[in-house]
């Protein structure tokens, strides 16, 4: 079992910054999949970003503007989010690949105002 616990999400104006951030509960290795997926209302989830020791994946929507990061020796993932549009408001959720077993944060609200 993994728990993920996230944080940093709020509200900012058009073009500002949030940093969010995702802590595992236990160790996770550096080839396990850590990412980032949002949730809009009435939408889909659909991904943002991930990251292994393999590489790091955006979605086009976000690529330029986000950056995903981990710090191994933390259990820890980050999302920096830059130049935010108000098209980004949504629920982040923080998602662990382990054991073939997808976990979830509880997620975090981040609301882009025009």
């Known amino acids: 079992q993994v728990q993920l616990v996230e944080s940093g999400g709020g509200l900012v104006q058009a073009g500002g910054s949030l940093r969010l951030s995702c802590a595992a509960s236990?160790?996770?290795?550096?080839?396990?999949?850590m990412g980032w997926y949002r949730q809009a209302p009435g939408k889909q989830r659909e991904l943002v970003a991930t990251?292994?020791?393999?590489?790091?994946n955006y979605a086009a929507s976000v690529k330029g503007r986000f950056t995903i990061s981990r710090d191994n020796a933390k259990n820890t993932a980050y999302l920096q989010m830059d130049s935010l549009k108000p098209e980004d408001t949504s629920v982040y959720y923080c998602?662990?690949?382990?054991?073939?077993?997808?976990?979830w944060g509880q997620g975090t609200q981040v609301t882009v105002s025009s």
């Open positions: 998602n662990v690949k382990s054991g073939g077993t997808d976990y």
């Open positions: 236990r160790r996770i290795f550096s080839y396990n999949v």
């Open positions: 990251i292994t020791s393999g590489g790091i």
